[in-house]
């Protein structure tokens, strides 16, 4: 099948941005990384930081290996599955692990460099942390686009001819981005424990108990601290980004080549749009990167301002080029589809807009936590638990309503609910989700600044720099703060849709493998004892085919376990976290107790036995909770069959969803509220309403930086499992 000359345009922007992400490096590398203090904080995060990585790739890697045997076993032995699935999974893997890697080395450069600049100006700072974010977002989507080409091109070549290829060839890359959800759920479990770990243990003993500033040098854990925010909210938050900016392009495309099906030439131009609108948003996010600056003295309204021009403009060009794009591809329908990714776009500001309410101190809510510190920690940690229940309805609402306008703009308002209108409609939730994603680039990069301004505060403080570089550092974290939660508040609206898209790729999977057990002499006899035609089937016959309906338990029951998978998840999680951080409180009590002049600054602490504490505890808390979001898919799928799973992947992503947004709000509030009485608020820092923020900001800890953000990466993990075990499900399951 001739792939258009437009599709070109995936890989020259794929190109464009891995360039781009090069040249940011280079600049950040080419600034002053300060005095020799600061150069030798830098160098024990980057060593400590690249010890973990290198370690938690090792552990991965086996992972990798015996679920890429698995595959091969089941593709190549029981033949329920393509033959293309071992490795598609495996470079998925690899391309995740790969961005992570990058965004995490530039980051580990980047903090020193940036607390310098502090050190001359807060626009110097902002331009150095945002820039070197920029190399994050940039790598993400230069990899993730230039993974979907190869794949694309490669697989159109093998099955040119093929009667059914543009369905075969999407259902088969979308199996990559298992490997890429696997990837990317280790990374954001293990480093989310490793973060928190230190975090907690610094914070609990160092703050409370000994009375001495964050990032104090006579802190144990505080370079162990530093490092996390590096593994967690770098590498892991890199790799979660990659699976759904993948996802969300892939699962498009195969819903595309399902509703044109009988359309070739429109089949063809559905499946590329996403990716082409991808392209662009990679040229339209450089714009929005090259318009972030600030000036002297900047508020934190001014800050977020100019955090918020760049994103800003970044969307509104690609909300108008998508129409340009879906109008020259003649999609049918042009208009409605473009109204589609507009949907979507507008979900992700209104979603970015809302958390950003929610959890910064210059609104109500983070205000009123901040305000409650005045009698006790008790009620710090009531206000913000209901705080983030209450974050919960807007984004619920605005995913809720996103999904039934880009249904109905695609399908042209057919509310017939057959099948071509279901396809066409489906299609349209798929393309949404590109629409969030499409100016990752920036979005992304807004996200990553983030733990690279707490590092180059961390820096800041531990070099002993002037109150007035302290001052800007601080400026530039609480911003961070802020950017971090309205990015994993993106990050999870987006997971929503896609994993909704994944949805209906997992029937579309269920398809190809019964046209596969068909031609292997399997036959399919439906309730009434009519034998079933896979080849022949629209998506509703399946449902009938498989009773999927409310009226039957198996759905019913699937619905329930995805409901406490995603509350299993968070409770091992969070146990994790805590078994892990008790080890670091002992640990910090210890050394202040037993190296005499810590406390004095006349001594030095160990602090290489807190990296080595956290890294153990990550590597080992991580195995349990990230295979069972594997296992249990496929576990519901042989006891339970397709109507099971179906049910499973609705409840986890509902469950998860609100779940996910209601932790990562709850928690970024009470970082904010810390911030807001450290800023002289309430007593200011020592105070006793300060000790209180303290115990609501650990608390806040596991849930917006280990639990919550690894939910997302959870319910879009179990419908790629699901996808990927369709063959398995349809020959052994129940």
């Keep these: 099948m001739n792939i258009p000359s437009v599709f070109w345009l995936v890989p020259i922007a794929s190109v464009v941005a891995l360039g781009m992400a090069w040249s940011f490096f280079r600049q950040m590398m080419a600034e002053d990384e300060g005095t020799p203090r600061m150069r030798e904080i830098a160098l024990h995060v980057r060593r ?8 938690q790739y090792k552990v991965v890697g086996i992972v990798f290996v015996v679920l ?13 599955q393509n033959p293309w699935v071992p490795f598609a999974f495996l470079t998925g893997g690899f391309f995740s692990g790969l961005a992570g890697f990058f965004g995490m080395k530039t980051a580990t450069y980047a903090s020193a460099r940036t607390a310098n600049a502090a050190r001359q100006g807060l626009n110097r700072g902002l331009k150095v942390a945002f820039r070197s974010g920029a190399v994050m977002g940039l790598v993400v989507v230069g990899l993730g686009l230039l993974d979907i080409a190869l794949w694309f091109v490669a697989l159109n070549y093998f099955y040119a001819g093929d009667n059914m290829a543009l ?8 199996t990559f981005g298992m490997g890429a959800s696997t990837q990317a759920l280790f990374a954001r479990v293990g480093g989310g424990i490793y973060t928190k770990a230190a975090d907690v243990g610094a914070d609990l003993v160092g703050k409370v108990e000994a009375d001495i500033p964050e990032d104090d040098p006579r802190n144990p854990a505080t370079i162990a601290d530093n ?3 590096n593994v967690g909210d770098v590498a892991g938050m890199g790799a979660d980004l990659y699976e759904s900016y993948c996802g969300s392009i892939l699962s498009t495309a195969a819903l595309g080549a399902t509703a044109f099906a009988l359309n070739p030439d429109m089949q063809m131009r559905a499946v590329i749009a996403p990716m082409i609108i991808a392209s662009v948003g990679i040229f339209l996010s450089l714009v929005g990167i090259y ?9 934190m309204r001014d800050l977020l301002r100019s955090l918020g021009l760049g994103t800003n403009v970044s969307a509104v060009l690609i909300a108008v080029a998508s129409f340009l794009i879906l109008y020259l591809l003649q999609i049918e329908n042009w208009l409605g589809v473009s109204f589609s990714v507009l949907t979507g776009l507008a979900a992700g500001v209104i979603i970015g807009q809302a958390t950003e309410y929610y959890t910064s101190q210059s609104y109500k809510p983070t205000q009123q936590i901040a305000e409650s510190s005045q009698t006790g920690s008790a009620t710090v940690i009531i206000k913000g638990i209901g705080t983030g229940m209450i974050s919960t309805m807007i984004p619920v609402v605005t995913i809720s309503v996103a999904i039934m306008l880009s249904y109905l703009f695609a399908n042209g308002f057919d509310l017939t609910m057959n099948a071509q209108s279901i396809s066409t409609g489906l299609y349209g939730i798929g393309i949404a989700a590109v629409g969030m994603l499409s100016t990752l680039g920036i979005t992304l990069a807004t996200d990553a600044y983030g733990p690279i301004a707490d590092n180059a505060g961390g820096n800041a403080e531990m070099s002993g720099l002037g109150e007035d570089v302290r001052h800007r550092t601080d400026a530039l974290d609480a911003l961070g703060n802020t950017t971090a939660a309205t990015g994993k508040g993106f990050a999870i609206g987006s997971a929503a849709l896609t994993a909704l898209a994944l949805l209906a790729s997992y029937v579309e999977e269920i398809k190809i493998a019964m046209i596969r057990a068909v031609e292997q002499g399997e036959t399919f006899v439906d309730a ?9 089937a629209n998506m509703l016959d399946y449902m009938d085919y498989f009773q999927v309906t409310l009226m039957n338990p198996k759905v019913l029951v699937g619905a329930f376990i995805g409901g406490m998978a995603a509350f299993l998840f968070c409770g091992l999680t969070m146990g994790a976290v805590g078994r892990a951080a008790q080890t670091m409180v002992e640990e910090v009590r210890r050394q202040f107790r037993e190296i005499k002049g810590i406390l004095e600054g006349k001594a030095t602490p160990d602090y290489g036995r807190c990296v080595a504490i956290s890294t153990r505890s990550a590597q080992k808390e991580m195995i349990f909770p990230s295979l069972l979001a594997i296992l249990i898919p496929i576990v519901v799928g042989l006891l339970l069959g397709v109507a099971g799973v179906m049910g499973l992947l609705v409840g986890g992503l509902t469950a998860g969803f609100t779940l996910a947004v209601f932790m990562a709000n709850a928690g970024g509030a009470w970082d904010n509220a810390k911030k807001m009485v450290e800023e002289g608020n309430f007593g200011g820092k ?8 303290i115990v609501g900001d650990t608390v806040g800890d596991p849930f917006k930086d280990t639990s919550g953000p690894s939910l997302n990466i959870l319910i879009k993990l179990m419908s790629m499992v699901s996808i990927v075990m369709a063959g398995l499900t349809v020959a052994f399951g129940m």
């Excluded at 930081?49 to 370690?55: I, R, S």
Aim: hydrophobic residues 50%; contains cysteine.
């Design 167 to 174: 369905i075969t060839i999407t259902t088969t890359m979308l």
């Design 291 to 299: 318009l972030v600056r600030t000036k002297e003295g900047a508020t």
């Design 686 to 693: 020592g105070s006793a309403c300060h000790k209180a923020t």
């Design 528 to 536: 009434a004892g009519n034998v079933f035609n896979p080849a022949a």
């Design 227 to 229: 490092v996390g925010d």
């Design 48 to 55: 400590g930081a690249m010890a973990y990585l290198k370690q």
């Design 68 to 80: 890429a045997l698995v595959f091969s076993f089941m593709a190549y032995v029981l033949q329920v």
